[in-house]
């Protein structure tokens, strides 16, 4: 099996340990060009020179959220290769999804729904935090999805719902924070 993954996805799939505090694994999950990387990058702090462990396309960060240290490894490989395997490792490894669709591109919004859907068939009896994410909000002439439309969607899928622009870095910051937050209260359930 290791023969169909290149050195960069296997060491990212089998690393996380959490010797030093629970480090969360994050998975970006949604149509090519909708703005996953872009969002990743921000994320990882790469535009602001920030010191992040960057290794191929993931990204490791710490930082603050409701005064306390939070640890996130964000995984930007659904698009790495179109190998099945990977598609369903992306689909087993995340303690959280961000699922991403633009906001100008209805495809990548009915795409979002079909990966919601996967997502719940591979991971069925687990209850795991995930983001529905309308990017690109700052293209405000070339909108195809409204707001009531994702967040109509996002009650549908029983998860969380923002908009965000990376070009503008818009609730991005909030997008992460707001991951941090479902990972923590789904974790508080389970450990009660
Ligand atoms: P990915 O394929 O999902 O990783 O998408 P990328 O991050 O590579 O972005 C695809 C294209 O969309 C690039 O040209 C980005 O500059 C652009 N893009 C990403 N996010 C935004 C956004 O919020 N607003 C605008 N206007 N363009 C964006
Ligand atoms: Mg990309």
């Known amino acids: 099996r290791d023969s169909c993954v290149s050195d960069s996805s296997d060491s990212v799939i089998s690393s996380g340990s ?15 060009g909708v703005g996953k990387s872009s969002l990743a990058r921000i994320f990882g702090g790469v535009e602001d020179g920030h010191d992040c462990d960057e290794t191929g396309n993931t990204y490791d960060r710490s930082f603050e959220v409701d ?7 964000l995984y930007d490989i659904w698009e790495q290769d179109n190998s099945q395997w990977l598609k369903e490792q992306c689909m087993r490894i995340g303690d959280a999804y961000i699922i991403v669709y633009s906001v100008t591109d209805k495809s990548s919004f009915e795409k979002a729904s079909e990966l919601r859907i996967q997502l719940r068939r591979a991971r069925q009896s687990e209850n795991i935090p995930i983001i529905l994410v309308g990017n ?3 293209l405000v002439r070339s909108r195809e999805v409204s707001v009531d439309e994702g967040s109509a969607c996002a009650v549908v899928f029983d998860c ?10 818009h609730n991005v910051r909030d997008l992460f924070e707001g991951i941090v937050r479902q990972i923590r209260l789904r974790k508080d359930s389970k450990e009660e």
Not at 67 to 73: K, T
Not at 160 to 169: G, P, R
Request: avoid cysteine.
């Open 18 to 32: 959490d010797s030093e505090g629970q480090v969360y694994k994050v998975v970006l999950l949604g149509e090519q």
């Open 67 to 73: 005064e306390e240290e939070a640890s996130i490894l």
């Open 160 to 169: 969380k719902f923002i908009e965000t622009s990376a070009n503008l870095h």
């Open 136 to 138: 690109k909000s700052d």
